[in-house]
């Protein structure tokens, strides 16, 4: 057993070489800035415009590699900053330029493209669910590329600025911190402009646009929050809603570190998601407010995603767990605070999810057997990955385990991380060695199915899945012979653990508190 455990926690800190990735980034070039000018044309459903790209040379570069998509209906050309055309050889979903001359090692290098016509994907013009045109980005996973040539992977974070045209009938809003308005640029009658410049580093498939005919709904609590953007039709349902994001912001902020991107808002469009975590303008679902709750946990879990999944984000697909497993966790707790259901409640309702789920009985949260990375979003990564944090707060107890979760997020704010990162930081703020902890619980598939017997002299728990057994704490819970309430958190680490108790066992109850991922055996 002993290493069979130590095998798992060596395969769990040793890092996938990238040839052996599904997705794999392009390492040898890393992108610094997009700076994109588009024209929104919403009678045409078209758009135009143009990329200036800087990028950095990590190694001696001839040429550049970037994730795209062209047709006879969507014209994408690259040129270098005199206008000549850059030779570009087209496969599949990605475009190969050659540079006009070597970049060394360190090196910046600048060059243009241009985009003209009816995009292939990731960015829409559809109409809402009341009929009324809009336009949309929509880019996770791997969409971005259908419109924006990038390096469209959660590993290659840049700058990101924004100089939109659109109709002036409409509102946008889109990822950035409005900026003083761009006098040189000509604004064709029937549009306006608007100006937007990042304030942290995000990689392609976070940048978001929206333009339509929204209504603002207006929230107070934080200057950072402006305006939130729904349907003329849902606005009384949509003020419901939207009272808690300053309170979630100061409480997050308390909790692990200051907000990274300038602004906070949600819009409403027709995204294919119950809620994308668009950073500083969250995406909602048409229907988000239909529904009597008002959808206010989805709006908690978006709103963690601002820390985790975008702020420390992830730096391979199948790591995703890093961010639905952390806003699957403490989106419940802000949602708990805004009146929601207690956390117990909303582990347990997770729990029962997931047993029942394909992925809980097949496959491992971390698994990268998908043939593309939107597979990777799946009850494994959303609720076991809850689940995991929640365990670990028992193994570490509350002030172990909030103190670690700070460490981790101010660490690696602003970056892309592995697992390993979050394990090793984990480790170092507790002072103890977890490789074992995440080992079982994250690269093993399903969960202790447990029996517990009531025997003479005590209680025996046995583990009865598959495999070798798990190490966890267990509460149980009983009442005496005088009729009394008695609890003992117990350690379990073999396949059957016997728990002395003298005297009369009755009403037995296994876990009482929703503190363990299992299964009862069957």
Not at 181 to 192: M, T
Not at 220 to 230: A, L, M, S
Not at 299 to 314: I, K, Q, R, T
Not at 407 to 420: D, E, K
Request: hydrophobic share 40%; charged share 25%.
């Amino acid at each position: 057993m002993l290493y069979l455990l130590t095998t798992a926690v060596l395969l769990l800190q040793q890092p996938q070489e990238p040839s052996t990735l599904r997705f794999p980034d392009q390492p040898a070039q890393d992108a610094l800035e997009y700076a994109i000018r588009l024209t929104v044309d919403m009678q045409r459903k078209e758009l135009q415009g143009t990329v200036l790209y800087t990028f950095a040379a990590v190694e001696p570069l001839t040429t550049i590699r970037l994730d795209a998509q062209h047709s006879d209906a969507w014209r994408v050309q690259f040129t270098d900053l005199a206008g000549a055309p850059l030779p570009a050889e087209w496969q599949d979903d990605h475009v190969t330029l050659t540079l006009p001359q070597p970049a060394a090692k360190g090196e910046k290098v600048q060059f243009r493209g241009t985009m003209q016509g009816k995009p292939i994907d990731g960015f829409y013009f559809r109409d809402n669910r009341y009929g009324e045109p809009m336009a949309f980005t929509d880019h996770y996973s791997i969409r971005a590329r259908g419109w924006l040539p990038c390096e469209d992977h959660p590993a290659d974070r840049a700058r990101f600025t924004l100089h939109l045209v659109y109709p002036e009938a409409e509102e946008a809003v889109g990822f950035g911190v409005p900026q003083p308005q761009d006098e040189v640029a000509e604004v064709p009658r029937g549009y306006r402009a608007l100006d937007l410049a990042g304030t942290a580093e995000i990689p392609p498939y976070m940048f978001a646009i929206v333009v339509g005919p929204l209504a603002r709904v207006h929230e107070d609590g934080d200057p950072r929050i402006v305006d939130h953007f729904v349907y003329r039709r849902d606005v009384d349902k949509a003020k419901v809603a939207l009272v808690h994001d300053a309170a979630w912001l100061r409480q997050m902020e308390q909790t692990f570190g200051p907000y990274a991107y300038g602004k906070y808002t949600t819009v409403q469009c027709p995204t294919r998601w119950g809620g994308f975590e668009a950073p500083g303008n969250v995406q909602l679902a048409e229907n988000l407010f239909d529904d009597p709750a008002r959808g206010v946990g989805t709006l908690a879990h978006e709103l963690v995603h601002m820390w985790f999944g975008d702020s420390v984000g992830y730096s391979q697909w199948r790591e995703v767990w890093l961010s639905e497993g952390f806003a699957s966790y403490f989106g419940p707790w802000l949602h708990a605070q805004a009146g929601g259901p207690t956390l117990q409640q909303s582990m347990q309702a997770m729990r029962q999810r997931w047993a029942t789920s394909f992925e809980g009985r097949t496959k491992t949260i971390r698994d990268d057997h998908f043939a593309h990375p939107d597979a990777a979003l799946n009850s494994n990564t959303y609720p076991k990955g809850a689940w995991v944090l929640h365990m670990l707060r028992g193994e570490l107890g509350d002030e172990a385990f909030w103190k670690a979760l700070r460490a981790y997020f101010v660490r690696f704010r602003g970056t892309s991380v592995l697992t390993t990162d979050f394990v090793a930081a984990v480790g170092e703020s507790s002072g103890q060695d977890l490789g074992w902890f995440f080992a079982q619980w994250l690269d093993r598939v399903g969960c202790p199915e447990l029996r517990a017997d009531v025997n003479a002299g005590g209680i025996d728990v046995e583990q009865v899945q598959k495999g070798e057994p798990y190490t966890f704490w267990l509460r149980l819970r009983w009442r005496d012979g005088a009729g009394e309430r008695v609890e003992r958190r117990v350690r379990i680490d073999a396949a059957k653990v016997h728990v002395p108790v003298p005297g009369e066992v009755t009403d037995l109850q296994i876990d009482p508190d929703v503190e363990l991922l299992f299964r009862p055996a069957r």
